[in-house]
Nanobody
Framework: QVQLVESGGGLVQPGGSLRLSCAAARTIFSGSNMGWYRQAPGKERELVAYITFLYGTNYADSVKGRFTISRDNTRNSVYLQMNSLKPEDTAIYYC??????????WGQGTQVTVSS
């Protein structure tokens, strides 16, 4: 059973923008804080941003001012608007609860590559 489906990644030049989407199963999304995470090659997965059920947000210092997380509770979806992208943003991006729920596992993620 697919519980988390990420989409919207791609290849973009430095300074460009992308909008990631995550469709979650209602049993995961409803009433939950949700987060975006990323894993770059050779590095551990890290938190990028999270949004609470009541729409409070928090960002990693590395993306503050450039990324915006949002959610649509009617669609069981969470989004990540990424602007002013840098090569160091290159990674596979995942969504999950915040903090991550080990019982859910991870989706396939969506690849973001920032390169000229």
């Amino acid at each position: 059973q697919v519980q988390l489906v990420e989409s919207g990644g791609g290849l973009v030049q430095p300074g460009g923008s992308l909008r990631l989407s995550c469709a979650a199963a209602r049993t995961i999304f409803s009433g939950s804080n949700m987060g975006w995470y990323r894993q770059a090659p050779g590095k551990e997965r890290e938190l990028v941003a999270y949004i609470t059920f009541l729409y409070g947000t928090n960002y990693a210092d590395s993306v503050k001012g450039r990324f915006t997380i949002s959610r649509d509770n009617t669609r069981n979806s969470v989004y990540l608007q990424m602007n002013s992208l840098k090569p160091e943003d290159t990674a596979i991006y995942y969504c999950n609860k915040y903090p991550p729920d080990p019982h859910i596992g991870w989706g396939q993620g969506t690849q973001v590559t920032v390169s000229s």
